[in-house]
């Protein structure tokens, strides 16, 4: 058996590694750069859920507090010391008062009818539904 030499081509020979070649062999930085417009979006997001969430809270508490909440809840012994009564054309306060007071004087009856119904001025509109006191 004698030995054979075998004849290897050059181009399929790796180069040696230059500076140039590790540079480029690297793996790729996974520092990305966010865009401007990515940031602000961003913040405008963040900060509308942070606006939305403070007022939810707000209005949550806030309802607690509506006077129309407290009024509607009145105990049944209240409920008892007025009636309904629906306003006529050509109805005023005094003449409500002189149909509805007894033994009492009708300007003590148009003030708690005025507080009863928090009426800011004197002005009756036909079918205005007012509550009158019965006491």
């Known amino acids: 058996m004698t030995a054979q030499i075998i004849e290897f081509p050059m181009d399929r020979v790796r180069k040696p590694v230059t500076q140039r ?14 865009r401007l417009s990515v940031k602000i979006a961003r913040l405008v997001i963040l900060s509308g859920l942070v606006f939305g969430a403070l007022s939810l809270v707000f209005l949550s508490v806030s309802s607690g507090l509506s006077p129309a ?14 009636a309904y009564v629906t306003v006529m054309s050509g109805e005023t306060l005094w003449t409500l008062a002189e149909r509805y007071s007894t033994n009492q004087d009708p300007r003590d009856f148009i003030a708690n ?18 509550a009158l006191p019965l006491n």
Not at 21 to 34: G, K, L, T
Not at 69 to 82: D, I
Not at 113 to 130: I, K, R, S, Y
């Open 113 to 130: 009818l005025v507080a009863l119904n928090n009426l800011e001025n004197t002005d009756l509109t036909p079918g205005m539904q007012l």
């Open 21 to 34: 070649a590790v540079r480029s062999i690297q793996p790729y930085r996974n520092e990305v750069q966010i």
């Open 69 to 82: 909440q407290a009024n509607s809840e009145t105990n049944t012994s209240t409920k008892a010391n007025f």
